[in-house]
């Protein structure tokens, strides 16, 4: 059995989460359950980056104690996932006394290796991206572009740093190489280009001032908390006992996957293996990098009011509903958009209309015919799991559902040229179960439900079970039109 990593970005819990995070979620779990199908031994972390000033501040305007306030938000992620059925095999959240442990202990490591020193320091700090910027990387307007509209604070502290320019030639071969791997390339070449300029050391602390007694101590020195990125990262370790839990963390260290979003690669692709050759430590194989959801064509923003809560959709039409627009109609290497109408138009054609529409067509017709589906499955090879290998080890999980979908439509054609309706009791019983169960060259409806599990799980359960049994009947529709 292989093992098989995997983690979720950390969000930052300083608001509850949007549909950005439900479309993160989605896309690890559908990662997860295919390579469970593979048989690997898989572990799905997430956690609470709870550590940033930005938890600091919010917690503040609320008056709420920070710690009951990332509780709080924490909880409200988990939720999501558990509502979208995603599972977690482990939440670590930051503030948790076992992570502080952890996260000192990698300090120690890079401390040891001689990779962190003290300097005073003046530079132009955005809270939003908890990242000092140098001029020449902001707009004109010398703010951030994550974060523009936004001015920068201007910091001067003695601050610890991290000796990131040691590590320069070993990133662009790491990278050059594919060592750590990069996917899709394009967002390897950019950290590649990064790379051509001299790389500065890193702030990785702050003063209890600014960073407001919030956050992870410095080891040996109690004036001055971790820059939240330093702790934030080795939430992938901690989570699974680095520093706590030798043989736990040897079992699944390093990630197969990090999943982010585009955001972020920096922290991922450049600060976080260089920590992790600073401690001598095992550098993770691949950093999937998705881009962003927009809603009516706007990126989400606080200013313009367009964040939007996944929850009331769930709640509405069901979770798979919402996966299946995730996955299939937001494309996970350019920007992809939601809308009510687009979402409503996808809904009612592909899951009402295309899957919901063969289902109860398949299952009224092995009624009417009181079909008896006693042809067994096994050593039969699901030759649309297959199919979907490629586009699914690419991240390519539109492209995956499009072959799906493709194979729904070839089910209908073929239940209209063999009319099973017009042929006497033996002859339909062979056509029906050839739909349900299928031929070598008939990708059949047990097929499809079998490769719906990776990104449907509900409604793959409902299909399955609902084909069980030796008699089939019909039920009430998987996607009612909305
Ligand atoms: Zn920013």
Redesign the pocket.
Known sequence: MNKFYITNAIPYVNAKPHIGHALEFVQSDAITRYHKILGDDVLLLCGGDENAIKNVQAAEEKKIPIQQFVDKNSRLFQNLAKKLNVHFDVFQKGSDAKHHSSSKKLWKLCFGNGDIYKKSYTGLY?V??E?FYEKEELNVNEE?H??PG?KLDKISEENYFFRLSKYQSKLIKLLDFDTLNIVPEFRKNEMLSFLKNPLQDISISRSNKRAKNWGVPIPNDNSQRMYVWFDALNIYQSGIGFALDDKKYNKWWPADLHVIGKGILRFHAIYWPAFLLSAGLKLPKTIFVHEYITVNGQKMSKTLGNVLDPLPLIEKCGADALRYYLLAKISPFSDGDFSEEKFKEAYNADLANGLGNLVARVAKLCEQKNVNLDRVRENHVNGLLEEIKTPLEQFKFNDALDLIWGHIRSLDQYINRERPWKKDLSESNQILSNIVVGTESLIALKDIAEALKIFLPETAEKIEDQFKCPKIKSEKPLFPRI
């Open positions: 955005c939003g991206c990242l951030c994550e974060h936004k």
